[in-house]
C-alpha cells in the first residue's frame, strides 16, 4: 500500500508563478524524499529533509515537514517550462531505512 | 557505467509468454529495487534487494513474478504468462547499503505492453 499521497493530482501554472505541491504520510518516518519524473520513466532525486528538520532549500525548491501533522511541502519558485513533470514524495519507515514508499505524485504543467 | 541501465526499453509481448527484464545497478550500491508503474499512476513496490540478505518480495502481485540477483549486481524480473493487466513501466533503482539517506538512483525504465 501507498504511504504518501500527494496533491493537489495535477496543477498547471504560468511561467513566473510559483508552485505548491503538497504529501501526507501515515506512518513514523526518519526521512522524506522529493523526486521528479519527467515523460513516465525514471526518476530523480531532487530533496531529502530528515525527520528533526523543518525547513530546506535547494535552489529554486523549498521543502517543508511537519511530523505532527504528518505532511510534507514542496515549493518551486519562479517556475519555468522545463519544470514540467510529475513529482512524487517518498517516505522510509522508521524501522526500515533502506525501502521507500512513494505516493502518488502530482502532475505539475508550467506554460510559458 | 555511471547511472543504473535497464534493457529492453521496450518489450511487446502477447499474452500468455514469459518476459526478462534486466536491471544494472551503480557499481558499489548493494540495495536493489523493482518498481511497477501503471499509467498516471504512482510506483508500486514490487521487490528489494539488499547485500546478502533473503529480498523482500512483499510487493510482488502474484506468483507469476520473480526476480534475481547475481552476484550481488545485475537483476532480472521474470514475469511468467504475461496477462494485458501486466502491461507497465517497470523501474529499477539502486541505492547505498546502510545509508539512512536512502537516495535512489533510478533507471530510465522498461515499456511492456501485453497485447
Known amino acids: 500500500s501507498q504511504q504518501g499521497e500527494e496533491d493537489p493530482q495535477a496543477l498547471s501554472i504560468q511561467e513566473g508563478e510559483n508552485a505548491t505541491m503538497n504529501c501526507s504520510y501515515k506512518t513514523s518516518i526518519n526521512n522524506l524524499q522529493w523526486y521528479r519524473q519527467n515523460s513516465g520513466r525514471g526518476l530523480v532525486h531532487l530533496i531529502l529533509?530528515?525527520?528533526?528538520?523543518r525547513e530546506k532549500h535547494s535552489g529554486r525548491l523549498r521543502v517543508t515537514l511537519d511530523t505532527s501533522k504528518k505532511s510534507s511541502s514542496l515549493l518551486i519558485t519562479a517556475s519555468r517550462a522545463a519544470d514540467t513533470a510529475s513529482y512524487f514524495c517518498?517516505?522510509?519507515?522508521?524501522?526500515?531505512?533502506?525501502?521507500?514508499?512513494f505516493g502518488t505524485g502530482t502532475r505539475l504543467q508550467v506554460f510559458p | 557505467g555511471a547511472g543504473v541501465s535497464q534493457s529492453p526499453s521496450n518489450k511487446v509481448t502477447e499474452k500468455g509468454k514469459d518476459v526478462e527484464l534486466r536491471c544494472d545497478p551503480i557499481s558499489g550500491h548493494t540495495a536493489l529495487y523493482w518498481y511497477r508503474q501503471s499509467l498516471g499512476q504512482g510506483l508500486e513496490f514490487l521487490i528489494y534487494?539488499?547485500?546478502?540478505?533473503?529480498?523482500?518480495k512483499s510487493g510482488l502481485p502474484s506468483d507469476r513474478f520473480s526476480a534475481e540477483r547475481t552476484g550481488g549486481s545485475v537483476s532480472t524480473l521474470t514475469i511468467q504468462r504475461t496477462q494485458q493487466e501486466d502491461s507497465a513501466v517497470y523501474l529499477c533503482?539502486?541505492?547505498?547499503?546502510?545509508?539512512?539517506?536512502?537516495?535512489?538512483?533510478f533507471g530510465p525504465g522498461t515499456r511492456l505492453t501485453v497485447l
Open positions: 534487494f539488499q547485500g546478502n540478505s533473503a529480498p523482500d
Open positions: 533503482a539502486s541505492s547505498r547499503q546502510g545509508s539512512i539517506h536512502n537516495e535512489q538512483f
Open positions: 529533509i530528515r525527520s528533526n528538520e
Open positions: 517518498a517516505t522510509d519507515a522508521l524501522y526500515n531505512t533502506d525501502k521507500l514508499i
